[in-house]
């Protein structure tokens, strides 16, 4: 198992311009989410879905968007990157009840000028 | 409003030192608590969790409902255990998990 594979590792964006990080998970997993790490901000959830073609916003979810269409997929969409978004950002997955242990991707870091 | 506190963002302690990492949360339901850990160049990966009440890496974490609490403690630190830790909380129905802000552990030679 792969587990949960985050693309691009890297990645610079210009102010305003859009761009899709892409998340997989091969464990069948049924809620899979995306948190932003900030300094002395911790983790902050962004949106969640718990199963193909249902989404939920989170905590900070202003300027993303995701979608479900998949089991496997849960890719995070920024409309109009701007600086307050650079920061790096996890996707995460556990099987579908709560409680249960949440396995992370390596993480995507967004710089935004 | 769930809400889980670190109040330490930094603490350092020599090796063979007793660690205590604390953790407070705020929930009004039977909260779900776990320790997740992220070390350098790493992933963050469960450490422990309330539930299992077990030790990994020698660390342990009592649930302490009366006090909110679930500090992360381990009687005689390793350099290896420098890394970020991040206490984490399930809240019953919602599937959402609520992170603190995280303590960065330094164990000094």
């Known amino acids: 198992n792969a587990g949960v594979t985050q693309t691009p590792k890297f990645q610079v964006l210009k102010t305003g311009q859009s761009m899709t990080l892409q998340c997989a998970q091969d464990?069948?997993?049924?809620?899979m989410s995306w948190y932003r790490q900030d300094p002395g901000m911790g983790l902050r959830l962004i949106h969640y879905?718990?199963?193909?073609?249902?989404?939920d916003q989170g905590e900070v979810p202003n300027g993303y968007n995701v979608s479900r269409s998949t089991t496997e997929d849960f890719p995070l969409r920024l409309l109009s990157a701007a600086p307050s978004q650079t920061s790096v950002y996890f996707c995460?997955?556990?099987?579908?009840?709560?409680?249960?242990?949440?396995?992370f991707g390596e993480g995507s870091w967004l710089t935004v000028v | 409003a769930q809400r889980v506190t670190q109040p330490e963002k930094l603490l350092s302690v020599f090796k063979g030192a007793p660690v205590e990492l604390k953790c407070n949360y705020s929930y009004s339901g039977s909260p779900e608590l776990f320790w997740y850990v992220q070390y350098s160049r790493q992933r963050l990966q469960l450490l422990l969790r309330h539930i299992s009440r077990e030790s990994i890496k020698g660390f342990t974490a009592d649930l302490n409902k009366g006090e909110t609490s679930f500090h992360l403690k381990k009687p005689f630190a390793q350099e290896e255990d420098s890394a970020m830790y991040y206490c984490a909380l399930s809240t019953s129905g919602t599937y959402k998990y609520i992170f603190g802000t995280g303590t960065r552990l330094k164990v000094l030679a």
């Open positions: 995460a997955s556990s099987l579908g009840s709560p409680g249960n242990t949440i396995y």
């Open positions: 464990m069948n997993h049924e809620y």
């Open positions: 879905s718990v199963g193909a073609g249902i989404t």
